[in-house]
């Protein structure tokens, strides 16, 4: 059994895929590194829900074998990774983050663990999530099975949600990458916060068989991995058609940043209030620095304003009408209250009260915007805006509201509801790791229309190409 | 930055501390039909043509 370096643990996809085909190590030792990481560090911040220690070793052979007879299945070949445990693995626990389903065990896996393990990138765990990622409404960090998400920057501060774990996984080097899911939020938030490459692609690109729903027409599920070069070629290995998966777009996706067009022929739109009154006044120099670093590479920043839409209530509305419907056979059941978040029980039960025309409403309204966000686009090409407009919260601060030192809302709302927005029109986000403030990461996210995912990782490998900020590592 | 276990386990009792039970499950509760009650009042402000259908596409 070779010794593995430990400068693997924050290697890139590339890189370690070489370092495995020239032998340096084999897919055994390195699966069994990366476990055993996982397995020591992964409850420092309650980012493991279930090691798979035995399988990825099992796995790991198998790709042994083939790397041996150099049949070479592509970068992802012998990578081990993590999922959040709202993807089914079969015959293992699949919890959901949630005591009522502590011992749920499917018996086919998520079609997304397939298409990985096709790939030949190696499991080795399931990680940590907000309680049925957090549909009913969170109030504490704490609404885990795991407990509280914590950040590997700092312990005292969250990971955030609700794919805490995958965050925090990457950020830790525990897995080179880790796939998580979004509804409103869930891979932009934790990403901003722990300071990990991200990407939550379009709505429908990447199946959705075999992970928990949580609302039918907003869940996405998406990459975090070291650099957006990786986000690119784990996309292009989860993404595809699936009969399986009514809201499949029929799509592929093919990892080609170099057609893309080059940043400098891109209008970048962005609310200049977001970066600065609307941010807290720690994080304001990250962010000037990163629009700096956009400007040299040529990109025409565009002051804009998007359409004009209550986005809050059209998603929450369509989240509770759908989880409602989904849930309710826990919520009739009496099982909702053995989650561990109060307000979030409240959510849930209150879901079934929703008349059908909100709901109705809430969807048409829903056109709406998808038509105004079509009209924003043939003016830009991409909308820029914070990650998230503070660095992680403190782990006991109540999710909602406002930190402390956070200023008011301004007048002037920007970009601010550029995450519900991005959601119900089924836009793709790319996060970037873009500076420190308080040694805590800072991000900035790029929105472009469906299936413009090439484009956004283009920007992002350039932005990467002149900045090391997604490099950076906390104190393991 | 180093934390102790003590500053950990304080933070985490913070978080996982129980809420009081009765009292504070009846607001909770009128809290979450408020929300949607809010949520209905916001929708309602929106200029809504009635030839504007849902965001649903169906095909076989």
Known sequence: MATVPEDVYFATIPELNARLKAKEFSAEDLARTFS??????????????????????????????????????????????????????????????????????????????????????????????????????????????????????????????????????????????????????????????????ALRPSYGLVSRQGAMALSWTLDKLGPFARSAEDCGLILQAIAGKDSGDPGSAGKSFYYTPQYSRPVKELKIAYAPVDFIEAAEPGVRAAFAEAMGVLKSLGAQLTEAKLPDFPYGAVLSTILSGEMGSIFEPLIASGKVDQLADKPQIAGLKASLELPAKDYLKAMRIRRLIQGEVSKLFAEYDVLLAPGRANIATKVDQRID??????????????????????????????????????????????????FSENMLLAIGREFQGKTDWHKRRPPV | MKLTRRQLAASLAVAAAPAPANAQNEDLDAAARDRLKNNANALNAVNLPMAVEPAVVFRA
């Open chain 1, 401 to 450: 509201q406002a930190p402390p030192g956070m200023p008011a809302p301004p007048s002037n709302p920007g970009f601010r509801g550029i995450i519900q927005m991005g959601n119900l029109a089924g836009l793709p986000a790319l996060v970037l790791p873009c500076g420190l403030a308080e040694n805590m990461p800072v991000a900035i996210q790029l929105v472009g229309l469906p």
């Open chain 1, 36 to 197: 055993e990481r996982l397995q020591r560090l992964g409850p420092r911040y309650n980012a493991l829900a279930l090691s798979l220690h035995q399988e990825a070793l099992r796995a790991a052979k198998e790709v042994d074998k083939d790397l041996k007879r150099e049949r070479y299945r592509g970068p992802l070949q012998g990578i081990p990774y993590g999922v959040k445990d709202l993807l089914a693995f079969a015959g293992q626990p699949t919890t959901w983050g949630a005591a009522p389903y502590a011992a749920q065990v499917f018996q086919k896996n998520a079609t997304v663990i397939e298409k990985l393990s096709a790939t030949g990138a190696v499991l080795t765990g399931k990680l940590s999530m907000v309680e049925l990622a957090g549909g009913g409404g969170y109030r504490f960090a704490s609404a885990s099975l795991t407990g509280p998400g914590l950040n590997p920057w700092d312990r005292t501060r969250w990971s955030g949600g609700s794919s805490s774990g995958s965050a925090a996984a990457v950020a830790a080097g525990l897995v080179p990458f880790a796939i998580g899911s979004e509804t409103s939020g869930s891979i932009v938030t934790p990403a901003s916060y722990c300071g990990v490459t």
